[in-house]
């Protein structure tokens, strides 16, 4: 399977705890993306790296939270000091932008936070 | 400010007939268009994708429909079946953007066998 892959798929925190997700993307893509969704809405946009520079982050994302691509394949998404209202669906997906046109993003099967 | 809106949060349907979801959006900026189906405990998954320089685009049962000037677009499935039933995400990305996606609340899906 040549999709993106997530891990891990559920994680259950105390309120307070660190967690750290990883994300792997299609290995020709050099675009990842962080997204966060909660019950009953869309993905909402949290940041993005093309490479390994992160080029964009959705103001969603306050300084407890960080991301990183130090080589440019995978990626983490660091939550410090969880809160409940982080409980949520972090989706990544990544897209090849060398392809001129081509914006289709393809989603992992995201990580099912709940903070308790 | 939500920008994409898909104001039917649900949608029933007989298996073979059409099913029609919509998608309204107000930043004109956007020029790319994209639907995604999720089912429960996935990832979204890529449809179907329409640039603003078209207004229809075909793929097998799947047309996505753009109207830019009521800056509305639809997704038809023809014939529908069972195997369809799922959430639908409509997505847009503005041009010289990051092709970050800006989605909508997504329209809930049954066909009925």
């Known amino acids: 399977d040549t999709g993106v892959s997530q891990d891990p798929r559920h994680k259950i925190t105390k309120r307070g705890q660190n967690v750290t997700f990883r994300c792997d993307p299609i290995?020709?893509?050099?675009?990842l993306y962080w997204y966060r969704q909660t019950l009953g809405q869309g993905p909402e946009f949290l940041t993005y790296?093309?490479?390994?520079?992160?080029?964009?982050k959705s103001r969603l994302l306050s300084d407890r939270f960080s991301a990183e691509r130090p080589k440019g394949s995978f990626s983490t998404l660091e939550i410090q000091r969880t809160e409940q209202g982080d409980s949520a669906m972090y989706l990544c997906?990544?897209?090849?932008?060398?392809?001129?046109?081509?914006?289709?993003?393809?989603f992992g099967p995201g990580t099912r936070l709940t903070v308790t | 400010d939500q920008q994409v809106k898909q104001n039917s949060p649900s949608l029933s349907v007989q298996e073979g007939r059409i099913s029609i979801l919509n998608c309204d959006y107000t930043?004109?900026?956007?020029?790319?268009f994209l639907w995604y189906k999720k089912y429960p405990a996935e990832g979204p998954t890529f449809l179907i994708s329409?640039?603003?320089?078209?207004d229809k685009n075909e793929d097998g049962r799947f047309t996505v429909f753009l109207n830019k000037s009521a800056k509305h677009l639809s997704l038809h499935i023809v014939p529908s079946q069972p195997g369809d039933s799922a959430v639908y995400f409509c997505?847009?990305?503005?041009?010289?953007?990051?092709?970050?996606?800006?989605f909508g609340q997504g329209t809930t899906l049954q066909v009925k066998p």
């Open positions: 997906a990544s897209s090849n932008t060398r392809d001129r046109g081509s914006y289709e993003q393809y």
């Open positions: 290995s020709e893509h050099n675009r």
């Open positions: 790296f093309q490479n390994e520079a992160q080029l964009e």
């Open positions: 930043n004109s900026m956007f020029d790319y």
């Open positions: 329409i640039s603003s320089i078209k």
């Open positions: 997505a847009a990305s503005a041009f010289g953007n990051t092709g970050k996606l800006i």
